[in-house]
């Protein structure tokens, strides 16, 4: 039987893409959506303003919204989907996971408390056995596990293919779509003819989460990785996709050719939402770009290319599909992982 769940912040730009992903998913069944008090007691229909590229699934359309609290979810839910605004998911996650929830979050709110896993199941699924710490120490019956930020899980999974040469200087900018600002995030008089050098709060974000995403668990204790992370984030007028340059320094003397067939070999998991290859590497010098190569692996792949070898150590580019593979794909192949590993 397919597993009940809920979308919290369901009218959103990513509630929206989670439940285009979710309608069709063998293991889930969407039976629950809430929103802000303002949409509450109004059908799915009236309350988004639906403008993800597919219609609206005929099973939620008509489903009645209701407000963001534990006691308006039912008692037969036993996973929630969060895209909450950070500082409201804040506020009302921990309440979910104390009434007994299991909570995949895209929200930003925790990502770097030491006893909630920040996840790519491809990359640390072992991280996700924090979540007996979290309950110990929270005495929550439910549990939370974050996904990173849609920048970090661009360039995170091609640093874990090259972990073996010893990470030692990374530095990367990112090239940003607006739809990680969501619909109302940057105006068409800001950002067409235009790019904006700076993303509140998100340089941080790529240097922090990169550290713990490749730290090591001990079973009881997160050691964050001891590489140096250093990030320039810039907003592009792109619709999707986040493109990003990379200058990676290395213990071990790393060759170009070496870190394309290790980004290549790098192991996929045998998860629904999962693709295989994990990393697809481009010959093209100029691949990947954003309006080609966004949607490959259905959006859930990473891609990179033009690879060489550079005075700063490898420098190279890649790409991911933000508000899929770094948002609700995230947060759904996390709900896989969870399932797949008894949480659920």
Known sequence: MAVRVGVLGATGAVGQRLIQLLDPHSDFEIATLTASEASAGKTYRQAAKWRVDSPIPDAVADMTVTAT?????????????????????????????????????????????????????????????????????????????????????????????????????????????????????????EIIDNAVPYIGGEEDKLETESRKLLGEFDGAELTHNGMDVAASCNRIPTIDGHLENVWVETEEDLTADAAAEAMREYPSLDLRSSPDPLIHVFEEPDRPQPRMDRTLGDGMAIAAGGLQESPFGLQYNCLAHNTIRGAAGASVLNGELLLENGYI
């Open 69 to 189: 609290d534990p006691d308006a979810v039912p008692n037969d839910v036993d996973m929630l989907f969060s895209s909450l605004p950070s500082s409201i998911g804040a506020d009302v996650e921990p309440g979910f996971c104390e009434a007994g929830y299991v909570v995949s979050s895209n929200s930003s709110n925790g990502r770097m408390d030491d006893d909630i896993p920040l996840v790519i199941p491809e990359v640390n699924p072992d991280h996700l056995d924090l979540l007996e710490v979290q309950r110990d120490e929270r005495g929550w019956d439910g549990a939370m596990v974050k996904n990173p930020n849609c920048s970090t899980i661009t360039f995170v999974p091609t640093l874990a293919a090259l972990t073996e040469y010893g990470l030692e200087k990374v530095h990367v900018s990112t090239l940003q779509a607006v739809s990680g600002a969501g619909y109302d995030g940057v105006s068409s008089m």
